[in-house]
């Protein structure tokens, strides 16, 4: 009893999605535990447990799951854009993650603080190899929201205790230190991680030493490549006008940018290299995302495991919306698409290449990166054994894909681009639309860290040598693309990679070598929620402004799918859809993109269908949101005098370009 209810008070946990992150919402803890608890393997291992659900997976609600997370982002968007690159639409006082992540820590901490010394006290009964994981993995976690807070609010306080209620306690307690210093932090939890947990867990779909290994990897390439790019800014310690220089406690720190940036990419190309080397790719790509059991992938470090139980917590519906026409209010965007390279290893512009046009989904995917059609579906495509809720079911009683859902009158059922997704997509019709579904989740991937080691090793060494070769060749392969990558980069001319935000880095477009390095890492991981913070640490934002993101090819051919469907094997004629002028209440049988008043040549504009959304005049970026500001309601709550509203002697500041006062933009928007 006395254990449920301690359960109950720290572990009220689950994941809430904000633009397109996901951030902790815990509360925190409001009682401690009687002294008999976590003094057996048991409570170590349960108590661990209750964090699993804050790793990214499908959840248990409607929805894509873990496959729209690059939303709000150049690859993916939903019918309206992220509020963070709208001018107007971002205020102080939208996020609370500030006191989410302190929460969260503290539930760490409370374990930390107690059971590693009871272990070395010989106070804890058990198998000692399991007992010792369980604290890895509580090290690990502790880890893992550390790096949330560091992606998005930069410098953050380091706590390895919890604190009591003394007012001046937690007010110097919330000190901020430098990111580098968080960062060295994570490292050094990891490495604790690392060391305490085994190769092999004592059960099932949990974590692994290599989960750390792979995470410390990830966490130190963020930082070596984001001190690099936002160096000489207020976004790293001592950079022109850093906040933290105002404050007396941090008078006088030292910073050497060079020997932080060499350390995080040393530290990224070693952890990343202890991966790589342990686990082989898959041969399957797709099968890692739509499987029921990934257990025996040697790729596949960690997933979450659904079942087909009526328990609503054992399963998700990401299954339904892709077998539903690839809907669930996301699409790939043509940016997306056009990165993807020719099987034969040359961009689709080059000479030779073979592309064949983008007016139809025919001409598109013939002869491109197998991967395109493994996450994008096409016309002729199988979506169900069953099929539900699927216009387009042929003879054989199969439902199948012949055009993405842009005219949905409801968003969660509508595709916004015209390229729907097929990543995760499973076609038993024991999961077709209405039916909730039990794929598998990849939580950590092996092949992170082969892409994680090339851009290391080239950032830091400026050629492609190390294991480089081995592992650019071995991601090539598995997908079914020429293994020549520096034809793909002697063949890559950047005047033509305007659209991939992340060819540019603080403005200005990177060179071919590394933007390939880029290019490949967003094929490889796209829809599994890395993207976003890849653009924020490559500072791959600034140029952003007034950008309208673009669609399908629409206005060329496709858009006499939806005028003239004519798929003749289909049992039921498909409805002809009639085109209207976005924002006009008038049938316009003969619309084009020289009488819609809101077109611009002949890509969709997902924006442009409703003169009231607020992407509608495109999507502009603010460099202060490289990190979210901290609400007004925690500087009340540290200032000097306790109960005194003068924020101005909070122990902590605000992040550049933020106010502290709730309900304000920040400069320049």
């Known amino acids: 009893m006395k254990k449920t209810i301690f359960y109950s008070l720290i572990f009220a946990a689950g994941l809430t999605t904000t633009s397109c992150n996901d951030y902790l919402d815990l509360e925190p803890i409001t009682s401690v535990p009687t002294t008999e608890y976590l003094y057996a393997e048991g409570d170590l291992g349960a108590y661990a447990a209750n964090l699993y659900g804050n790793l990214p997976s499908h959840g248990n609600g409607y929805g894509l799951g873990l496959f729209d997370d690059d939303n709000g982002t150049d690859n993916q968007t939903a019918a309206s854009p992220s509020t963070l690159f709208v001018t107007g639409q971002t205020y102080v006082g939208d996020y609370d993650l500030w006191n989410s992540y302190f929460s969260v820590i503290r539930a760490a901490n409370y374990f930390l603080e107690r059971v590693p010394e009871r272990y070395e006290n010989g106070e804890i009964t058990g198998l000692d190899a399991n007992i010792r994981h369980y604290i890895g993995e509580m090290y690990f976690f502790r880890a893992y929201f550390y790096y949330l807070a560091l992606t998005n609010l930069g410098d953050f306080p380091i706590l390895t205790t919890t604190l009591t209620d003394d007012y001046n306690v937690v007010r110097e307690a919330s000190q901020r230190r430098p990111r580098n210093e968080v960062a060295r932090f994570i490292l050094s939890d990891l490495d604790l991680a690392y060391d305490y947990m085994l190769a092999t867990p004592p059960m099932s779909n949990r974590l692994t030493r290599d989960c750390a290994a792979l995470m410390k990897s990830r966490v130190a390439l963020f930082e070596g490549t984001w001190e690099k790019y936002h160096a000489n800014t207020a976004f790293v310690p001592n950079g022109p006008g850093w906040p933290g220089a105002e404050m007396s406690y941090l008078s006088g720190y030292e910073y050497n940018a060079s020997e932080e940036i060499r350390f995080f990419l040393q530290e990224a190309i070693e952890a990343a290299d202890i991966v790589a080397q342990g686990h082989g790719l898959y041969g399957d790509y797709a099968a890692m995302f739509n499987s029921v059991d ?27 919306y892709l077998q539903r026409n690839g809907s669930g209010n996301t699409g790939y965007t043509r940016s997306m698409v056009d990165s993807y390279l020719m099987e034969n290893g040359l961009p689709i512009y080059a000479a030779g290449s073979g592309y064949e046009g983008d007016d139809t989904y025919e001409h598109l995917f013939s002869g491109r990166d197998p991967r395109m059609g493994m996450c994008i579906d096409k016309t002729g495509d199988l979506l169900s054994e069953d099929p539900n809720l699927i216009e387009y079911v042929k003879s054989d009683g199969r439902g199948y894909f012949y055009r993405s859902p842009i005219f949905e009158g409801q968003l969660e059922n509508g595709n916004p681009t015209g390229y ?21 989740c990849p939580t950590f991937r092996a092949a992170e860290a082969y892409l994680n080691y090339i851009e290391a090793y080239y950032e830091l060494n400026g050629n492609l040598g190390g294991n480089c070769d081995t592992y650019w060749k071995a991601l090539r392969s598995r997908a079914g693309v020429s293994t020549d ?27 071919a070598t590394l933007y390939n ?15 976003f913070n890849d653009l924020k640490r490559w500072r791959a934002l600034d140029q952003v402004q007034n950008v309208h993101l673009q669609g399908f090819n629409f206005w060329e051919s496709m858009y006499q799918l939806y005028t003239n469907p004519t798929p003749e094997d289909a049992m039921t004629p498909l409805d002809p859809i009639t085109l209207q002028p976005y924002g006009e209440g008038v049938n316009a049988p003969n619309i084009s993109s020289e009488t819609d008043p809101y077109a611009e040549g002949k890509y969709y504009l997902p924006y442009r269908k409703n003169p009231n959304n607020i992407g509608f005049d495109g999507l502009n970026w603010n460099p202060a949101k490289y990190l979210y500001p901290i609400r007004n309601y925690e500087f009340r709550l540290t200032t000097e005098v306790e109960g005194d509203d003068n924020i101005d002697t909070s122990s902590i500041y605000q992040n550049p370009g933020w106010s502290k006062e709730d309900g304000t933009l920040p400069e320049g928007d």
């Open 294 to 320: 990934l257990s025996g992938m040697d790729e596949i470090l960690l997933w979450r495991q659904y079942s087909t139980s009526s328990d609503a917590t054992s399963t998700h519906w990401t299954v339904d």
């Open 420 to 440: 729907s997704l097929r990543k995760g997509l499973n076609t038993s019709g024991d999961m077709h639309p209405t039916l909730p579904s039990y794929t598998g």
């Open 485 to 511: 990558y520096q034809l793909t980069i002697n063949n890559t001319d950047m005047s033509k990679e305007t659209l991939d935000w992340g060819s540019y880095s603080i403005g200005k477009q990177v060179d």
């Open 517 to 531: 390095i880029r290019r490949e890492r967003r094929i490889e991981l796209v829809s599994e929620g890395f993207r």
